[in-house]
């Protein structure tokens, strides 16, 4: 069974132009029709953004039925974090907090995604969204913890899984980590022998590999890439990422 994943920092829908435009979002991602999304900057009840919940002002008219947030910071007026959209039922889902002292708050979203496919038949894939922090030493010790948490140290590497989002990680110095560590293997570096990971941002002039996906298990990658249409350099700081898999 194929299925498509995109990651996005949507930077709250404004855009580098400093313009709040919702529809952009809509129509980037429509143009690639993933099945599950996975987004990092997404407000609920903020101000700058209208008030508006925006994972479900997207999820909507996207036709997404199944839609999780987890917030991560809270402001005077409404608060903000990751959300995943998808097209399949999400069993279950759970914030995990990787927050390291008092620096940013900070999170990982895990969804249990129930992949239907034809005849019946399903997969169930392990799903985290994450934003991490910009120090590499405040990196290294959230994805610790993620390694750490419940929800990724019951799984056995032979479980489905992905991790996507925005690692902030410019010299991709997490890559050992989770491809020797946790024996992921990653969707968005083109090889592991010092060639350049595909650069997201900033989005008009793109030269750092912030956003990846690492995947393991019986998931098979086909293909993946940034976005190369010419709305998505204004949209967002970000390009969002778009990969191909195949679950056996």
């Known amino acids: ?5 995109m990651t996005y920092n949507i930077h709250r829908a404004i855009g580098v132009d400093r313009r709040f435009r919702p529809e952009r979002m809509i129509r980037i991602i429509e143009s690639h029709e993933p099945d599950i999304v996975l987004l990092q900057e997404v407000d609920d009840g903020v101000p700058r953004s209208r008030g508006l919940d925006l994972a479900r002002e997207l999820a909507a008219p996207l036709g997404y039925p ?5 917030h991560n910071v809270i402001l005077r007026k409404g608060r903000y974090g990751n959300a995943t959209l998808s097209r399949h039922p999400i069993l279950r889902e759970r ?64 479980v489905a899984c992905l991790v996507g989002g925005d690692f902030n990680d410019w010299r991709s110095l997490l890559q050992p980590f989770f491809t020797k560590r946790l024996r992921f293997r ?9 060639e350049k990971a595909i650069a997201t941002y900033p989005s008009f002039f793109p ?19 940034r976005c190369r249409l010419r709305l998505s350099r204004i949209a967002s700081d970000h390009l969002p990422i778009i990969a191909d898999f195949e679950i056996h």
Not at 66 to 70: N, Q
Not at 186 to 194: E, F, K, P, V
Not at 207 to 225: F, N, Q
């Open 186 to 194: 990653s969707a968005t570096d083109r090889s592991l022998d010092g």
């Open 95 to 158: 914030n995990i907090d990787l927050t390291i002292g008092n620096w940013k708050r900070r999170g990982c979203q895990h969804t249990a995604i129930v992949l239907e496919g034809r005849g019946g038949r399903s997969h169930r894939l392990e799903v985290f969204n994450l934003h991490l922090g910009l120090s590499a030493h405040q990196r290294e010790e959230q994805v610790a913890l993620l390694a750490r948490s419940r929800e990724m140290a019951s799984l056995g590497t032979g």
């Open 207 to 225: 030269r750092g590999p912030l956003d990846r996906i690492y995947y393991r298990g019986p998931v098979k990658l086909l293909s993946a890439r």
């Open 1 to 5: 069974m194929r299925f498509r994943v």
């Open 66 to 70: 199944h839609v999780a947030v987890g």
